[in-house]
């Protein structure tokens, strides 16, 4: 089963403040991108990989993959102004025989090979795409104008991460719509979606304080 990865980096990262897009920030003592390319180069179950970048940043991108040696590495492309064109993008670089597509968000680093291998073999239950969550410990309340409106019942409430894993006939169906993950575009076109245990340390780096955890990790 030929397994393809695309790590989505393409995000600006106007909430770290910082003079560059979120892939390129330091993390420790290299660049946050560099985090996650080298952990999917390294695990078995990924074939090959396709890096969204921002845009302009497309060569740093490529000569960071030669550093770190990572051959998988099958194409790099310009991301797109949302997510879910960044995906559309990579995706076309896809070969149609490729039987699953995992998608991962460069800002989330620490990406173990263990959720790579719970996800795949949710895949082999039958189920089109798979996901890790973390059950919901916070209470929840939606809100209107500023107002609480309902308190939400956390039972079968999960937070929902990346790398998410689809049959990759499945995903490109439905990669013509738009939302905040590839599973909610599967969703909506009918798809079922299995769950795994996510992990604590698949934090998403969105702020300095996000960023200077996730360093204390490594």
């Given amino acids: ?22 892939a390129f920030v330091r993390l420790g003592e290299r660049v946050l991108l560099a985090e996650p390319l080298e952990r999917l180069e390294t695990t078995g179950w ?35 102004a949302t ?8 995706l076309a670089e ?10 991962h968000d460069a800002a989330r680093p620490l990406l173990s090979e263990e959720v790579v291998e719970r996800l795949l073999g949710k895949l082999n239950e039958g189920f089109d795409g798979a996901v890790p969550g973390l059950p919901v410990v916070d209470t929840v309340k939606r809100v209107e104008r500023g107002t609480v409106v309902e308190t939400l019942a956390r039972d079968g409430l999960v937070a929902v991460q990346t790398p998410q894993a689809f049959v990759a006939p499945v995903l490109r169906s439905a ?17 079922r979606i299995g769950v ?8 998403k780096v969105t ?7 996730v360093a204390s990790w490594l």
Wanted: contains cysteine; negative net charge; charged residues 25%.
């Fill in 1 to 22: 089963m030929s397994v393809w990865a695309i790590l989505v980096a393409a995000g600006s990262g106007d909430r770290l403040g910082a003079d560059r897009p979120k």
């Fill in 46 to 80: 990924i074939d090959a990989i396709v890096v969204a970048a921002p845009p302009g940043w497309e060569e740093p991108a490529i000569l960071l993959a030669e550093e770190l040696g990572a051959g998988k590495v099958n194409a790099v492309v310009t991301g797109g």
């Fill in 83 to 90: 997510r879910a064109e960044s995906v559309r993008i990579a």
């Fill in 94 to 103: 896809v070969p149609d025989d490729v039987a699953v597509v995992l998608v």
């Fill in 175 to 191: 990669a013509d719509g738009d939302g905040t993950d590839c599973a909610s575009l599967v969703e909506a076109k009918g798809g």
């Fill in 196 to 203: 795994v245990e996510g992990d604590p340390r698949l934090l």
């Fill in 207 to 213: 702020t300095a304080d996000d960023l200077e955890l």
